[in-house]
């Protein structure tokens, strides 16, 4: 154990193995005794006994693989719960897409898709176009084509008459994104949106709108992408309901604001 001024090792062990004495009685094991055999796990009060008081550096790392699967099972099996109760309890607008439709917008893109890119945008619609929510995370370096995957979600949503979201944390990459989707979106029709810090830039088509509730009052029913910072966690009240939300960066933002 960490030593410090006044708190030695042999202190904190002679605390410890009180308590072992006292208490690890009352710990009982969660997992049935097949996945300890088929894992080559340590019982659980073994391994808390064993972590503290090894034997050897063998018995050690086994006490720590056990205490360690707890732990991963545990985040396992509540991430399970949660997908168990969104399937049960949550409902979704179903935003599916022919494949017609789907190879028009690929076939109009500037590039050409990578294999990677085409099987996340499958799979990114298959999960839309279902009636429960989809929570996917879309992983990829910088300049890998994740935008584009987006896009192509975007644009099923559109298809629907439902608009979408995107959230970026900066306002650098909330312009460089409006700036793409513009791009992939605007031939097919699709409007977009830029909103950044109480203002909204407004383009379809080449046609250009700076007064933010005109173009709010306007195009208040037609299904729009906007594209802004934590600005549009603010503005909310002027947004519509979205058919799909993308949150680039997620993890720059806090839980609540990933919540909203």
């Given at each position: 154990?960490?030593?410090?001024?006044?708190?030695?090792?042999?202190?904190?062990?002679?605390?410890?193995?009180?308590?072992?004495?006292?208490?690890?009685?009352?710990?009982?094991?969660?997992?049935?005794?097949?996945?300890?055999?088929?894992?080559?796990?340590?019982?659980?009060?073994?391994?808390?006994?064993?972590?503290?008081?090894?034997?050897?550096?063998?018995?050690?790392?086994?006490?720590?693989?056990?205490?360690?699967?707890?732990?991963?099972?545990?985040?396992?099996?509540?991430?399970?719960?949660?997908?168990?109760?969104?399937?049960?309890?949550?409902?979704?607008?179903?935003?599916?897409?022919?494949k017609k439709q789907l190879s028009r917008f690929i076939?109009?893109?500037?590039?050409?898709?990578?294999?990677?890119?085409?099987?996340?945008?499958?799979?990114?619609?298959?999960?839309?176009?279902?009636?429960?929510?989809?929570?996917?995370?879309?992983?990829?370096?910088?300049?890998?084509?994740?935008?584009?995957?987006?896009?192509?979600?975007?644009?099923?949503?559109?298809?629907?008459?439902?608009?979408?979201?995107?959230?970026?944390?900066?306002?650098?990459?909330?312009?460089?994104?409006?700036?793409?989707?513009?791009?992939?979106?605007?031939?097919?029709?699709?409007?977009?949106?830029?909103?950044?810090?109480?203002?909204?830039?407004?383009?379809?088509?080449?046609?250009?709108?700076?007064?933010?509730?005109?173009?709010?009052?306007?195009?208040?029913?037609?299904?729009?992408?906007y594209v802004g910072t934590h600005a549009l966690l603010?503005?909310?009240?002027?947004?519509?309901?979205?058919?799909?939300?993308?949150?680039?960066?997620?993890?720059?933002?806090?839980?609540?604001?990933?919540?909203?």
């Amino acid at each position: 154990y960490p030593e410090t001024e006044g708190l030695s090792s042999k202190w904190l062990r002679a605390r410890i193995a009180y308590v072992l004495t006292q208490y690890l009685s009352l710990v009982s094991e969660r997992l049935p005794k097949n996945t300890l055999d088929e894992q080559h796990l340590m019982g659980l009060q073994k391994a808390i006994a064993t972590i503290h008081f090894p034997q050897s550096l063998e018995d050690a790392a086994k006490a720590r693989d056990r205490l360690a699967f707890d732990e991963i099972f545990t985040l396992m099996l509540r991430s399970h719960v949660q997908k168990h109760l969104w399937k049960t309890t949550l409902k979704a607008i179903p935003l599916p897409i022919q494949k017609k439709q789907l190879s028009r917008f690929i076939t109009h893109l500037p590039f050409t898709l990578t294999t990677d890119q085409v099987t996340a945008i499958d799979e990114l619609i298959s999960d839309i176009g279902q009636s429960i929510p989809t929570n996917r995370l879309l992983e990829g370096d910088v300049g890998a084509g994740k935008t584009v995957v987006a896009a192509a979600g975007m644009y099923a949503t559109y298809l629907n008459g439902e608009s979408s979201a995107l959230m970026a944390p900066t306002q650098i990459l909330a312009q460089q994104h409006y700036q793409t989707l513009t791009q992939l979106l605007t031939p097919h029709g699709v409007r977009v949106e830029l909103v950044l810090g109480g203002r909204s830039k407004h383009q379809e088509l080449g046609i250009t709108m700076n007064d933010l509730d005109s173009a709010f009052m306007i195009h208040d029913s037609s299904p729009c992408v906007y594209v802004g910072t934590h600005a549009l966690l603010t503005k909310n009240e002027k947004l519509p309901t979205f058919g799909l939300i993308v949150i680039d960066e997620q993890q720059r933002f806090g839980v609540s604001q990933r919540a909203t």
